[in-house]
């Protein structure tokens, strides 16, 4: 079975701090995505990253994957009150025939003013 | 543009009874998912739609659950003999399916919050 472990789990921090958050499995994946879900919403894709050792950046989060294609981190940068949400990793599995996307446990950030 | 839309967007219902939950996907996906997720977690796959194909329903926890498209559009999932262990939101997803990437995008509804008393 494949599995996505995230930590931490939860994660409660001050504006103005830097965290990172990590997504974790035993398998190799040919890509990874990270979404953010804010509450009473759906997930949002924020990146998705394809190659090992690949770094993205968008605005003040950075999404590396692993070298060798079986973890990924995300990094905020001087977190803000709007940055609070459910961080999800979501890695693509393909077996009997189906091509779908497996999630991670998830980290619940709270970002406080 | 619309986006996925999910109907109804709570729902409580007593132990025992049926519930049909609804999905509108963006148009032309020819991708739906079905997941659960249970008090803020990750989410749980229950069952995936790819266009004419067979849907993959290796997620289903039971066979009380159960799901169909029409038309290759909208979808309905219903959960029979609902019981107490089965609140959560019921979130449902679109995507196209472009050959020859290494993935592809999710668009997620809002979700549907169903509460078994």
């Known amino acids: 079975t494949q599995l996505l472990e995230q930590s931490p789990q939860f994660l409660s921090i001050q504006e103005g701090e830097n965290l990172t958050v990590y997504c974790n499995s035993s398998?190799?994946?040919?890509?990874l995505q990270w979404y953010r879900q804010e509450p009473g919403e759906g997930p949002v894709l924020l990146v998705t990253v394809v190659t090992g050792g690949e770094v993205k950046k968008l605005k003040r989060l950075t999404f590396q994957f692993g070298d060798a294609r079986k973890d990924s981190s995300l990094h905020i940068t001087a977190a803000q009150p709007g940055d609070t949400g459910l961080y999800l990793c979501?890695?693509?599995?393909?077996?009997?025939?189906?091509?779908?996307?497996?999630f991670g446990t998830g980290t619940r950030l709270k970002v406080l003013a | 543009g619309a986006g996925v839309s999910q109907s109804p967007s709570n729902k409580v219902t007593e132990k025992g009874k049926d519930v049909e939950l609804r999905c509108d996907p963006i148009s032309g996906h020819t991708a739906l998912y079905w997941y659960r997720q249970s008090l803020g977690q990750g989410l749980e796959f229950l069952i995936y739609f790819q266009g004419n194909s067979a849907p993959d329903k290796s997620g289903l926890p039971s066979d009380r659950f159960s799901a169909e498209r029409t038309g290759g559009s909208v979808s309905t999932l219903t959960i029979q003999r609902t019981q107490q262990e089965d609140s959560a939101v019921y979130l449902c997803a679109s995507s196209s399916f472009p050959r020859g990437k290494a993935s592809y995008e999710q668009y997620f509804g809002p979700g549907t919050r169903l509460t078994v008393t």
């Open positions: 398998s190799v994946f040919s890509s």
């Open positions: 979501a890695a693509p599995t393909f077996t009997s025939g189906t091509y779908k996307y497996i």
